[in-house]
Protein backbone atom coordinates (compact mmCIF):
# COMPACT_ATOMS: atom_id res chain seq x y z
CA UNK A 1 0.00 0.00 0.00
CA UNK A 2 1.21 3.71 -0.89
CA UNK A 3 1.17 5.83 1.54
CA UNK A 4 1.52 8.81 -0.27
CA UNK A 5 -2.20 9.32 -0.63
CA UNK A 6 -2.59 8.71 3.20
CA UNK A 7 -0.47 11.56 4.07
CA UNK A 8 -2.04 14.05 1.85
CA UNK A 9 -5.73 13.07 3.38
CA UNK A 10 -3.71 13.48 6.94
CA UNK A 11 -2.15 17.01 5.70
CA UNK A 12 -5.71 18.08 3.66
CA UNK A 13 -7.66 16.65 6.93
CA UNK A 14 -5.17 19.23 9.12
CA UNK A 15 -6.00 22.40 7.06
CA UNK A 16 -9.56 21.75 6.95
CA UNK A 17 -9.29 21.33 10.84
CA UNK A 18 -6.92 24.29 11.08
CA UNK A 19 -9.07 26.28 9.11
CA UNK A 20 -12.28 25.24 11.36
CA UNK A 21 -13.75 23.93 8.83
CA UNK A 22 -15.81 21.25 11.18
CA UNK A 23 -17.33 24.29 12.45
CA UNK A 24 -20.80 24.53 12.28
CA UNK A 25 -20.86 28.15 12.76
CA UNK A 26 -18.41 28.87 10.21
CA UNK A 27 -20.04 26.93 7.37
CA UNK A 28 -23.22 28.47 8.65
CA UNK A 29 -21.42 31.91 8.46
CA UNK A 30 -20.07 32.19 5.98
CA UNK A 31 -23.15 30.46 3.61
CA UNK A 32 -25.33 33.46 5.12
CA UNK A 33 -22.70 35.80 3.51
CA UNK A 34 -21.10 36.74 7.20
CA UNK A 35 -18.26 35.35 7.02
CA UNK A 36 -15.95 35.55 3.71
CA UNK A 37 -12.77 33.69 5.34
CA UNK A 38 -13.77 30.33 3.78
CA UNK A 39 -14.72 31.90 0.18
CA UNK A 40 -10.93 32.94 0.28
CA UNK A 41 -9.82 29.51 1.45
CA UNK A 42 -11.46 27.99 -1.56
CA UNK A 43 -10.73 30.67 -4.20
CA UNK A 44 -6.91 30.11 -3.15
CA UNK A 45 -7.05 26.43 -3.51
CA UNK A 46 -8.85 26.90 -7.10
CA UNK A 47 -6.66 29.47 -8.34
CA UNK A 48 -3.57 26.78 -7.17
CA UNK A 49 -4.82 23.86 -8.16
CA UNK A 50 -5.96 24.88 -11.52
CA UNK A 51 -2.86 25.71 -12.91
CA UNK A 52 -0.86 23.02 -11.15
CA UNK A 53 -3.45 20.36 -12.71
CA UNK A 54 -3.04 22.07 -16.30
CA UNK A 55 0.58 21.65 -16.13
CA UNK A 56 0.86 18.03 -14.78
CA UNK A 57 -2.10 17.04 -17.10
CA UNK A 58 0.29 18.18 -20.20
CA UNK A 59 3.37 16.83 -19.01
CA UNK A 60 1.60 13.12 -18.13
CA UNK A 61 1.92 12.97 -15.14
CA UNK A 62 0.59 10.05 -13.41
CA UNK A 63 -1.65 9.78 -10.06
CA UNK A 64 -1.00 8.26 -6.35
CA UNK A 65 -2.53 5.42 -7.78
CA UNK A 66 -0.48 5.12 -10.82
CA UNK A 67 -2.92 5.96 -13.63
CA UNK A 68 -2.66 8.72 -16.17
CA UNK A 69 -4.24 12.26 -14.55
CA UNK A 70 -6.63 13.58 -16.87
CA UNK A 71 -8.96 16.82 -16.12
CA UNK A 72 -12.09 16.22 -17.28
CA UNK A 73 -13.54 19.06 -19.67
CA UNK A 74 -17.05 18.88 -20.23
CA UNK A 75 -20.22 20.88 -19.90
CA UNK A 76 -22.25 21.10 -17.17
CA UNK A 77 -25.53 19.16 -17.70
CA UNK A 78 -28.88 18.63 -16.06
CA UNK A 79 -28.10 16.13 -13.80
CA UNK A 80 -24.61 18.25 -12.56
CA UNK A 81 -26.80 20.96 -11.96
CA UNK A 82 -29.71 18.71 -10.55
CA UNK A 83 -26.43 17.52 -8.12
CA UNK A 84 -25.01 20.43 -7.28
CA UNK A 85 -28.29 22.09 -6.09
CA UNK A 86 -28.94 18.92 -3.64
CA UNK A 87 -25.24 19.76 -2.53
CA UNK A 88 -25.82 22.70 -1.60
CA UNK A 89 -28.51 22.13 0.14
CA UNK A 90 -27.48 19.39 2.52
CA UNK A 91 -24.23 21.62 3.36
CA UNK A 92 -26.62 24.36 4.14
CA UNK A 93 -28.74 22.10 6.58
CA UNK A 94 -25.75 20.45 7.52
CA UNK A 95 -23.36 22.79 7.70
CA UNK A 96 -20.56 20.81 6.34
CA UNK A 97 -19.65 18.46 3.54
CA UNK A 98 -17.31 15.64 2.86
CA UNK A 99 -14.25 16.66 3.94
CA UNK A 100 -15.43 18.41 6.94
CA UNK A 101 -17.54 16.01 7.99
CA UNK A 102 -14.57 13.12 7.93
CA UNK A 103 -12.76 15.36 10.42
CA UNK A 104 -15.85 16.05 12.39
CA UNK A 105 -16.18 12.30 12.44
CA UNK A 106 -12.67 11.83 13.43
CA UNK A 107 -13.25 14.71 15.91
CA UNK A 108 -15.81 12.64 17.41
CA UNK A 109 -18.65 14.89 16.50
CA UNK A 110 -21.89 13.28 16.24
CA UNK A 111 -22.74 15.46 13.62
CA UNK A 112 -20.12 14.35 11.30
CA UNK A 113 -21.07 10.79 12.12
CA UNK A 114 -24.76 11.57 10.90
CA UNK A 115 -23.66 13.14 8.18
CA UNK A 116 -20.92 10.62 7.04
CA UNK A 117 -23.93 8.26 6.96
CA UNK A 118 -25.89 10.52 4.54
CA UNK A 119 -23.23 10.23 2.64
CA UNK A 120 -23.34 6.19 2.41
CA UNK A 121 -27.00 6.04 1.64
CA UNK A 122 -27.05 9.15 -0.72
CA UNK A 123 -24.25 7.36 -3.09
CA UNK A 124 -25.86 3.84 -2.71
CA UNK A 125 -29.45 5.70 -3.87
CA UNK A 126 -27.81 7.50 -6.45
CA UNK A 127 -26.41 3.83 -7.39
CA UNK A 128 -29.09 2.23 -7.27
CA UNK A 129 -31.36 4.89 -9.59
CA UNK A 130 -28.82 4.57 -12.26
CA UNK A 131 -27.77 1.48 -12.32
CA UNK A 132 -23.70 2.77 -12.47
CA UNK A 133 -21.72 2.47 -9.67
CA UNK A 134 -19.17 5.04 -8.64
CA UNK A 135 -16.05 3.16 -10.00
CA UNK A 136 -18.04 2.57 -13.74
CA UNK A 137 -18.61 6.48 -14.22
CA UNK A 138 -16.70 7.84 -17.27
CA UNK A 139 -16.49 10.73 -16.13
CA UNK A 140 -14.63 9.27 -12.51
CA UNK A 141 -11.09 9.12 -13.06
CA UNK A 142 -8.53 8.16 -15.70
CA UNK A 143 -8.07 8.58 -19.43
CA UNK A 144 -6.91 4.66 -19.21
CA UNK A 145 -10.58 3.63 -17.92
CA UNK A 146 -12.10 6.18 -20.53
CA UNK A 147 -10.45 4.44 -23.25
CA UNK A 148 -12.10 1.04 -22.07
CA UNK A 149 -15.47 2.75 -21.33
CA UNK A 150 -15.19 4.37 -24.87
CA UNK A 151 -13.85 0.59 -26.81
CA UNK A 152 -16.79 -0.96 -25.06
CA UNK A 153 -19.45 1.61 -25.97
CA UNK A 154 -17.82 1.19 -29.45
CA UNK A 155 -17.72 -2.58 -29.78
CA UNK A 156 -21.81 -2.06 -28.54
CA UNK A 157 -22.58 -0.35 -31.36
CA UNK A 158 -20.29 -1.35 -33.85
CA UNK A 159 -21.67 -3.69 -36.75
CA UNK A 160 -19.34 -6.11 -36.85
CA UNK A 161 -18.90 -6.17 -33.32
CA UNK A 162 -15.58 -5.09 -33.02
CA UNK A 163 -13.51 -2.02 -31.29
CA UNK A 164 -10.85 -0.35 -32.98
CA UNK A 165 -10.45 2.60 -30.45
CA UNK A 166 -7.14 3.59 -29.47
CA UNK A 167 -7.97 6.88 -28.19
CA UNK A 168 -10.71 8.47 -25.72
CA UNK A 169 -13.36 10.11 -27.69
Known amino acids: MRLAPLAVGGVFGFVLAAAN ?3 YTVIHDMLLLREFDVFFLMGSAIG ?3 PLLW ?3 RRHWRSMVGSELVVQ ?3 AGR ?3 AGAAL ?3 GW ?3 GTCPGPALVMTAGGSLLGLVVMAGLAVGATLRDRVTGVTGGEREGAVTRDTRVRVSAKREYLTSPVGRADVTEAS
Open 92 to 94: AIA
Open 21 to 23: LSD
Open 55 to 57: WME
Open 87 to 89: FGA
Open 48 to 50: VAA
Open 73 to 75: KEP
Open 79 to 81: STV
